[in-house]
């Protein structure tokens, strides 16, 4: 198997989380926090991972960091997100299927994007177990999560 058949293996793990974690919390959901501690809204977690993928794909385009942007501009509206998570998703998904030999700088793009997919899952999963939400299935598979913890 080849390290990109690989890479779009795990990519599309990770989008498939995101759209079950997205699709299972309740549109208010998305404006939680956790309580008693400094932590951002949910749906600004979801816009960074959005932004991410947007960026990191403009980057790997073009071969170089090109900055932040995400053009998620409603992050506590429910349909606005799962579709901007959808519509990133398939943006990566284009610019994986468009390499050809992928350069060192490339690879350290992409590593770098599904470092920072891992990231937020496990920030994510925090704010299941803090908010005492309902842990997709998906995720109790991928982590071994459980409601009892």
């Not at 690989?6 to 759209?19: G, N, T």
């Not at 600004?44 to 991410?52: D, E, I, K, T």
Request: with cysteine; hydrophobic share 40%.
């Amino acid at each position: 198997m080849s390290l990109a058949t690989v890479l779009a293996s795990r990519f599309d793990r990770s989008f498939a989380l995101y759209r079950d974690f997205a699709e299972s919390l309740e549109e208010s959901s998305l404006t939680e926090k956790l309580p008693g501690l400094p932590s951002n809204p949910i749906g600004l977690q979801l816009w960074c991972v959005v932004g991410a993928r947007e960026s990191y794909a403009r980057a790997i385009r073009a071969g170089s960091w090109a900055g932040f942007a995400c053009s998620l501009a409603s992050p506590m509206e429910k349909v606005p997100v799962t579709d901007a998570l959808a519509r990133s998703a398939d943006e990566v998904r284009l610019v994986l299927d468009g390499i050809d030999a992928c350069s060192e700088t490339q690879g350290d793009l992409l590593l770098g994007l599904l470092e920072h997919e891992s990231a937020h899952q496990g920030q994510l999963i925090r704010y299941l177990y803090g908010l005492r939400f309902a842990i997709p299935e998906s995720w109790r598979a991928r982590y071994g999560l459980s409601d009892s913890s």
